[in-house]
């Protein structure tokens, strides 16, 4: 599986490739499931790798771990996706 950093420098770096409406989909901890925002609300601080800051739907901003972005979608379809991580017993 590419890392998610290496795919987010893909959408930015490779026109072609970064053609469409990009979304990631992170876990939040608080709500506990898989929030979507799209890209263009994500802010990517150069030299910064280890969270991005996210903008949501209700003006909020929150600082998300790169760790906890579980799926990437381009035009509504699931291009990547992380497994979950173990829960203990």
Known sequence: MIPIRSLLDRIRWDA???RG???LGYYDRV???IVQVPLARVHL???NHFSFTA???D???HEVPFHRVREVYRDGALIW???APARPP
């Open 31 to 33: 709500e506990r499931k």
């Open 16 to 18: 072609e490739f970064g």
């Open 81 to 83: 996706q992380r497994s």
């Open 55 to 57: 903008v949501e739907a």
């Open 21 to 23: 409406a990009f979304a």
């Open 45 to 47: 601080e150069p030299g």
């Open 59 to 61: 003006g909020s901003v």
